[in-house]
């Protein structure tokens, strides 16, 4: 079995690094795509009624601009991998990268700073409760919260204080109670009661017992991923392991771009401009379609040199006419620049 090294050489390697980094790339892309368009969807349903203003508290807003990043990132790769591309590719490492430092960076702070990072929680949930009836992306993602995780508000369940329908001065049914999320349910399918939260935020939490839900849905969230180690770990490679993959592909296949764009044996339309040469003068048979394979012997004739110590400029031929087909190899063209001023003639008078 061939060694790492050895296979890297080989251009079964770079079509597998150039057929993942595409494929990578293109689910990416599609997987964007669909949540820019429930991004927007949600968004443009959310204009008929729209009242908050923070973009924490506008979830489609926060589709648009993730499914917008994930959408132009990836086709940033796929294009660089199909057209090996070596500035698309570098863009579109480094963006991983940044992305990647700047959600580590975040988790971090948040670990560090808990304190500040709850209360900021809080007080964007207690913005959302006073809005809760008039968006209804919030209310649904808070109702479904407050079910699963068997809780009430942000901080605590007298949180709902702040919405103009619950606070305990107003006129309306639901004055000084809690949605019926909050209830806690006596039985499986039972008929919900929508008023089973009357009253409630009169009381103290110990006569509350059976009746709601009293712990507030911040502590609610931080209980579960304490005690559900595996699941929050699982989240956090699911969201992160994708990306260190693309980092990973994508650097492997730049540095063998950049390899074989120094190789000897590489077309580089570059530097066959500036030493003369002209498109229609190569032949490219074996360059792939991207124009950019590497080939044994070389794209173009040039002559043989004559010994190690020098080369000779290179010499514009014919296709028309039967030449030998030689490898072209940049130490020629390294030498006609080092050797600029010296033409085949003063060659042959010092010989």
Known sequence: MPSYEEWRKTIHFYYFLKFSLNVYSMLFSLLGLCVLCIGVYAEVERQKNRTLEGVFLAPAVVLI??????????????????????TLLHMFLCVLCVLL????????IALIFEKTTIKLFQNSIREGIKHYYDDLDFKNILDYVQEKLSCCGGDEYKDWEVNQYHFCNGTSPLACGVPYTCCIRQSVGEVVNTLCGYKTLKQQRETLDGIIHVRGCIHAVNLWMGDNIGATIGICCAVGLPQLLGILLSCIFWNL???MSESEDMVDFKILKRAGFKYRELDLSGAGWCMCLPRDGGYLPVPVAE?????????RFDLEQEQPKISFKHSHLKSQKAQSGMGMDEVDNRA
């Open 257 to 259: 771009l950049v390899e």
């Open 101 to 108: 430092a700047l959600q580590a960076l975040a988790l971090i």
């Open 307 to 315: 010994s190690d110590s020098w080369a000779p400029d290179p010499i």
């Open 65 to 86: 601009l993730l499914g917008l990043v994930m959408f132009i990132v990836s086709v940033m790769g796929m294009v660089g991998s199909l057209r090996d591309n070596k």
